[in-house]
């Protein structure tokens, strides 16, 4: 049995979303709410310009086949399904590893998992391409410098004089810069990642 996934949490709301999603929706239909979320998320984070008009379109569309579900229960399967998108665009995972956590933990249905999977590598595929060549102007997109600074905000939770500290890295290349935005805990996983990376590295350079 494998180990417990880090990448997300078992919630009575994601466990019902599994069994929405395993009963009353179709793979096609299921594919369809996984690219809207893997494009809109991204979109909001690298500052894509689809419209709005465009984005409330295809959730309606998405809305009418889904129509064996209630309002709520829409509401509820694409909040947990944009937490599992969200989520995996923070993590590093093999994914065999990815695929499963959603069968075998989350007990999504293997089609679906294959799907979630697929979708995931297109999405990250991107960033990874992007990352690793250079732009049309010759400029390198290798990483330069990086530097950081903490800055605190105030809490969305009912107590609004509480502060959450943030930490800001910013990586730049020849070509662009990218900012990551991370809490205490969120920064922590990140660094406990690039220490497996740096195992893994060493690994292959002793076998070399």
């Known amino acids: 049995m494998s180990s417990p996934p880090n990448w997300f949490t078992i919630t009575d709301g994601l466990a019902k979303t599994v069994a929405f999603c395993?009963?009353?929706?179709?793979?096609?239909?299921?594919?369809?709410?996984?690219?809207?979320?893997?494009?809109?998320?991204?979109?909001?984070?690298?500052?894509g310009n689809q419209s709005q008009t465009d984005t409330e379109a295809e959730l309606e569309n998405l809305r009418a086949a889904t129509s064996q579900l209630s309002e709520q229960?829409?509401?509820?399967?694409?909040?947990?399904?944009?937490?599992?998108?969200?989520?995996?665009?923070?993590?590093?995972?093999?994914?065999?590893?990815?695929?499963?956590?959603?069968?075998?933990?989350?007990?999504l249905t293997e089609n679906k998992?294959?799907?979630?999977?697929?979708?995931?590598?297109?999405?990250t595929k991107i960033v990874l391409d992007a990352l690793a060549t250079a732009d049309d102007d010759g400029?390198?997109?290798?990483?330069?410098?990086?530097?950081?600074?903490?800055?605190a905000q105030l809490s969305s939770e009912?107590?609004?004089?509480?502060?959450?500290?943030?930490?800001?890295?910013?990586?730049?290349?020849?070509?662009?810069?990218i900012n990551l935005e991370l809490n205490s805990a969120e920064i922590v996983e990140f660094y406990n990642q690039l220490e497996r990376i740096q195992v893994e590295l060493d690994a292959l350079n002793a076998k070399a």
């Open 158 to 177: 009912p107590r609004q004089k509480d502060k959450l500290a943030l930490g800001q890295l910013e990586l730049k290349t020849g070509s662009r810069t």
């Open 139 to 151: 400029s390198s997109n290798q990483l330069e410098d990086v530097s950081w600074k903490v800055r």
């Open 113 to 123: 998992s294959n799907c979630f999977v697929k979708h995931w590598i297109q999405s």
């Open 22 to 47: 395993n009963e009353g929706i179709t793979d096609e239909c299921f594919s369809n709410m996984l690219e809207y979320l893997f494009r809109t998320i991204d979109n909001s984070s690298t500052g």
């Open 73 to 107: 229960e829409f509401k509820l399967t694409m909040q947990s399904l944009a937490y599992l998108v969200k989520r995996s665009l923070k993590f590093m995972l093999k994914p065999s590893r990815m695929q499963t956590d959603l069968r075998n933990h989350l007990q």
